[in-house]
């Protein structure tokens, strides 16, 4: 994806987006909201040499007291120091549990301890740092080698009052509910773009397949069920498949003739229309064309043709006619059209039987163009078996309503039963999303004046 892709998802999801910020600045304000408040005071012990009647025995005691420090910070937080000062502050309890309320460091490049003691008022933050600061005095004059008073420790000043609390930190915490809310959105955003991202142009057909997209055609609302490039020639529409028709004749297949299956990722994305219209602009070409429709379960080209389906492609597969006798000519020299038949007990089985073979195979020789209208890809193994006996596909892609994953599992599909997806035809393409004049129509009889 590129920039303006990220743009665009956090433009077309922004409202799940701004949940999920918000979701996420209200745990923050859960949490300011359930931690107690907490203050803390801090107060000072400086270590000082005791004495020294020359400049260098101060400053032996002074680096004495500095090799010292350390050590007392440690000891201020230790239960020497503690169980003094809770009794002073009358507080009950273990050390161990006021010890977690406590803390002492060294100042940098000093001999100062500053201690700092957390509690739930001011007062009591302060009382409670003074007390710890007090014992810790005492300690430093209890603990020197050999009773020799080297180090004294003396209270800097009292602890002051603290202004304000230092837990719950809300700006904090609301920051970074709000930074994590907005990550989770985009990123959730970012998943469901991923997931249900449509095939909307050809930029995106190249995601999923390396197959040329050979057509795209407009959308109309008032498309009739008698073929545009028959009802109305010169129609943009008309034009779109034109052009679709010419390129695919001059994709290269191998040889002369051309059998393919007209398939999608899921029902609904316009085969049948898509195989009526090339078809019927392939025979005024001058190509031997057939139609043969391949949705056993559901067939609609005897339907687009005010035509039964007594005899078709299963009474041929079955012997149960001949070939000649299901094939059905139209009113368009060229163009013939062999209907589905009967529906079978188990499609998928006459699908794969080798009836069905043969029967593919004499259409394969008798004609420069048959296209296979086809089930979708989904559900049942129709399809894969049409493409299996044939080797290849065209794709139809609904644009804006097939997603890249449906897309890519029909893909898989076709590939999966060694199949190849020969080319894309985005069919119902929204002005503004992408447009079929990227593929006009060439010089030919599909456009003006020259042949295959």
Not at 37 to 59: D, H, M
Not at 287 to 292: P, Q, R
Not at 368 to 374: G, I, P, Q, R
């Amino acid at each position: 994806m590129e920039l303006a892709d990220y743009v665009a998802v956090a433009a077309a999801r922004w409202r799940s987006i701004l949940a999920v910020l918000l979701a996420g600045l209200l745990v923050a304000a859960w949490m300011v909201w359930r931690t107690p408040v907490e203050y803390k005071a801090t107060t000072n012990v400086l270590l000082s040499p005791v004495s020294g009647e020359t400049a260098g025995e101060l400053t032996s005691g002074t680096t004495f007291a500095e090799s010292q420090a350390n050590s007392f910070a440690v000891i201020a937080v230790s239960q020497l120091v503690l169980e003094p000062a809770m009794k002073d502050l009358g507080l009950e309890g273990s050390a161990e549990s006021f010890r977690g309320r406590v803390s002492a460091r060294v100042l940098s490049k000093t001999t100062i301890i500053a201690v700092t003691v957390s509690a739930g008022t001011p007062e009591g933050a302060a009382e409670a740092a003074d007390a710890v600061a007090r014992q810790l005095v005492a300690a430093v004059g209890d603990m020197m080698p050999g009773g020799e008073q080297l180090v004294r420790a003396r209270l800097v000043a009292p602890a002051m009052l603290p202004g304000a609390p230092s837990a719950p930190a809300w700006k904090r915490i609301l920051a970074l509910g709000a930074i994590i809310g907005l990550g989770c959105g985009y990123v959730q955003a970012l998943i469901r773009a991923a997931i249900g991202r449509r095939v909307r142009v050809s930029k995106d057909v190249e995601l999923v397949t390396s197959a040329p997209v050979i057509g795209m055609v407009r959308f109309d609302p008032d498309t009739g069920p008698v073929p545009v490039t028959l009802a109305d020639p010169e129609s943009r529409r008309s034009r779109d498949y034109r052009a679709a028709a010419a390129n695919l004749r001059f994709l290269d297949f191998g040889g002369e003739k051309l059998a393919v299956v007209f398939t999608s990722a899921v029902a609904g994305e316009g085969k049948t229309t898509m195989v009526l219209n090339l078809g019927a602009l392939l025979a005024r070409a001058g190509a031997k064309t057939l139609l043969v429709d391949g949705d056993l379960r559901n067939p609609g080209l005897a339907r687009g043709f005010g035509w039964d389906n007594s005899v078709g492609l299963t009474t041929a597969a079955t012997g149960g006619a001949s070939l000649d006798s299901a094939i059905r000519r139209t009113g368009q020299p060229g163009l013939d059209v062999l209907p589905a038949g009967p529906a079978p007990p188990d499609p998928a089985a006459l699908l794969a039987s080798p009836g069905m073979g043969k029967v593919f195979y004499e259409l394969a020789e008798r004609y420069d163009y048959v296209l296979v209208d086809s089930r979708s890809l989904s559900g049942h193994p129709d399809a894969a078996l049409l493409v299996k006996l044939v080797g290849q596909a065209i794709l139809v892609v609904r644009a804006g309503q097939t997603t890249l994953s449906q897309a890519s599992r029909a893909v898989a599909a076709v590939e999966a039963v060694f199949g190849q997806v020969c080319g894309v035809m985005l069919n119902r393409v929204r002005q503004g999303s992408g447009s079929s004049e990227l593929f006009p129509p060439p010089p030919g009889p599909l456009g003006d004046n020259a042949g295959r």
